[in-house]
């Protein structure tokens, strides 16, 4: 049994996690807006309005000390960051406070999520952080996920040379049937990805110690 932190555990990727990482008797220690949506049995939870902010992640990392001081001084095993956001505009017409919001969603909470949790690791933790497939998101409207997405995988490239005893690894999904697909007028591809396949996917990467990119292509095992 492992002890799992989840920044982003009421998205439906991060509901899915904390199934499969429960069933396999982990510990989860759950981070998200909407502490409702948040999967039965996390051992401890703390909602943040905006993952961005480090005064509200510096609470939830204080919050989440005392539990673990009262559990025995236990650390994070591994961690996973499942907070996005998605819109479709172009650039022109896109308020500079939309662009804001998906960068904080996908790109600058990681690196809050990131700074104030470490203190928390333990000495080779296992890092996960749900990208995409940045380089097929080139499309109009897309400019803000597209370049958030894009920027996690330099973030977390950089992050693994800092941090040579972290195993780093960056989820990279195909279409996941997930809510996005409300947010933006595409259409979902007929073969997309269960949120439950990423989940075991990501499960079996921390056993197999992946690092680097995680590549998930619906209708490949």
């Known amino acids: 049994m492992g002890h799992l932190l989840l920044v982003g555990a009421d998205s439906t990727i991060g509901q899915a996690i904390t199934k499969a990482f429960l069933e396999d008797e982990w510990e ?16 401890w939870s703390h909602a ?24 025995g001084e236990r650390q994070v095993d591994a961690m996973v960051y499942a907070v996005g956001d998605i819109t479709a505009q172009k ?17 600058t909470g990681a690196f809050i999520a990131t700074r104030t949790f470490a203190p ?38 950089v992050l693994t040379k800092e ?20 947010r933006v007028p595409f259409r979902m591809p007929a ?11 990501i499960l079996e990467a921390y056993y197999n110690e992946q690092k680097g990119n995680l590549e998930l292509v619906p209708g490949q095992a």
Do not use: C
């Not at 943040?48 to 559990?71: I, K, T």
């Open 48 to 71: 943040v309005a905006d993952v961005a902010d480090p005064s509200a992640m510096s609470q939830a990392f204080e919050s989440l000390r005392m539990h673990l001081q009262a559990q």
């Open 163 to 182: 941090n040579p005893r972290w195993k780093i690894t960056t989820v990279r999904p195909g279409a996941v049937a997930t809510r996005f697909w409300e």
């Open 120 to 157: 928390l690791f333990s000495p080779e933790p296992h890092l996960f952080f749900i990208g995409a497939i940045s380089e097929k998101l080139v499309l109009p409207g897309l400019s803000a996920y597209a370049t958030a997405k894009a920027g996690l995988e330099t973030f977390t490239a």
């Open 191 to 201: 073969q997309s990805l269960q949120p439950e396949e990423v989940a075991l996917r």
């Open 28 to 43: 989860v220690w759950a981070v998200g807006r909407h502490p409702e949506r948040f999967a039965p049995g996390v051992q």
């Open 91 to 107: 650039v022109a017409e896109m308020p500079p406070e939309t662009w804001h919001r998906i960068l904080n969603a996908n790109l």
